[in-house]
Nanobody, 130 residues
Framework: QVQLVESGGGLVQAGGSLRLSCATSGRSITTSAMAWFRQGPGNEREFVAAIDWNGRNTYYADSVKGRFTISRSNVKNTVNLQVTALKPEDTAAYYC???????????????????????WGQGTQVTVSS
């Protein structure tokens, strides 16, 4: 069975950094695009970052550009999200997700839609204090 497990969340002060990890099992991610979403208290789930099968194309929400970096290791079957210069508004549960396609259509914003993803992890909490 396919499983995704996030880790690395925690409580940090504004301006701090964390490295979030998503470990996968049950299916190789070699041919799968991957993404991170987040959901804060009282908010809808929102797109954070995505990466295609070989890591050559990455996508970021405007709110995190320049601060967050998504990466992957197909050998280790892991996807990471380095989060820096954290702000209180970054406080949320962060989820990784797997798409059944290797890449996103050229010129498309489909990577921002949760419906594109088949498998989800349980989330890891990031809390940023001011």
């Amino acid at each position: 069975q396919v499983q995704l497990v996030e880790s690395g969340g925690g409580l940090v002060q504004a301006g701090g950094s964390l490295r979030l990890s998503c470990a996968t099992s049950g299916r190789s991610i070699t041919t799968s695009a991957m993404a991170w979403f987040r959901q804060g208290p009282g908010n809808e789930r929102e797109f954070v970052a995505a990466i295609d099968w070989n890591g050559r194309n990455t996508y970021y929400a405007d709110s995190v550009k320049g601060r967050f970096t998504i990466s992957r290791s197909n050998v280790k079957n892991t996807v990471n999200l380095q989060v820096t210069a954290l702000k209180p508004e970054d406080t949320a549960a962060y989820y990784c997700a797997l798409a059944p396609i290797p890449t996103y259509p050229s010129g498309s914003d489909s990577y921002t839609r949760s419906a594109e993803y088949v498998y989800w992890g349980q989330g890891t909490q990031v809390t940023v204090s001011s």
